[in-house]
């Protein structure tokens, strides 16, 4: 079946940065739009950002807007979210997701069909 694997979340002081990566299996990747969601600690799960197919368009929350960049390498099966000059509260446990209708600026974590199992990131103060 399809998988998607998180991976390059950790600890890290305020301020710094950290690249998380999502890499894809068993899907036509370069078909779906793919998306960033997160889940701050006693918290909903959240929107982040998205990246259409092509990436030739891109969304992010506001609350990220101007310190995360979401990008893909359609070649390698992989999404990226770049993450600089994080805070305490982008806390949570970050998830990626494929939506196979590969879609401009989806934010509705309901649109997407499959998801992976997440990667902590703790920011420290």
């Known amino acids: 079946q399809v998988q998607l694997v998180e991976s390059g979340g950790g600890l890290v002081q305020a301020g710094g940065s950290l690249r998380l990566s999502c890499a894809a299996s068993r899907l036509t990747f370069s078909q779906y739009a793919m998306g960033w969601f997160r889940q701050p600690p006693g918290k909903e799960r959240e929107f982040v950002a998205a990246i259409a197919w092509s990436s030739s368009s891109t969304v992010y929350a506001d609350s990220v807007k101007g310190r995360f960049t979401i990008s893909r390498d359609n070649a390698k099966d992989t999404v990226y979210l770049q993450m600089n000059s994080l805070k305490p509260e982008d806390t949570a446990v970050y998830y990626c997701?494929?939506?196979?209708?590969?879609?401009?600026?989806?934010?509705?974590?309901?649109?997407?069909?499959?998801w992976g199992q997440g990667t902590q990131v703790t920011v420290s103060s």
């Open positions: 997701a494929a939506d196979r209708f590969g879609r401009v600026g989806v934010i509705n974590q309901d649109a997407y069909d499959y």
